[in-house]
Nanobody, 121 residues
């Protein structure tokens, strides 16, 4: 079992920045990466970025430039820095445990509860 707890969301004005955190605990050795997703329409969640235990990262093309994923292995925490926030970034952000091979991320069925980001115009 893996437990993931997101934090850091909130209300921010357009153009501002946020840093989201994902604290992982439990059987994290079963996975080699943590990823960030955001809620899309309906039940769909879109992959944003993933980071492997050794620091290798991947990003979806649509978010390159404004989103930065990083991790602190000592704290078992993965971060998502979001700059130049836009109203269309408003949604719930989730972290996920899984496997990153090259540029391909495979999610396991371990999700956090999500953290709400709201960007005002």
């Amino acid at each position: 079992q893996v437990q993931l707890v997101e934090s850091g969301g909130g209300l921010v004005q357009a153009g501002g920045s946020l840093r989201l955190s994902c604290a992982a605990s439990g059987s994290t050795a079963s996975f080699n990466a943590i990823a960030w997703y955001r809620q899309g329409s309906g039940t769909l969640r879109g992959l944003i970025a993933a980071i492997r235990r050794d620091g290798v990262t991947m990003y979806e093309d649509s978010v390159k430039g404004r989103f930065t994923i990083s991790r602190d292995n000592a704290k078992n925490t993965v971060y998502l820095q979001i700059n130049s926030l836009k109203p269309e970034d408003t949604t719930v952000y989730y972290c996920n445990a899984g496997w990153l091979t090259g540029a391909d991320y495979e999610p396991a069925d371990y999700w956090g509860q999500g953290t709400q980001v709201t960007v005002s115009s």
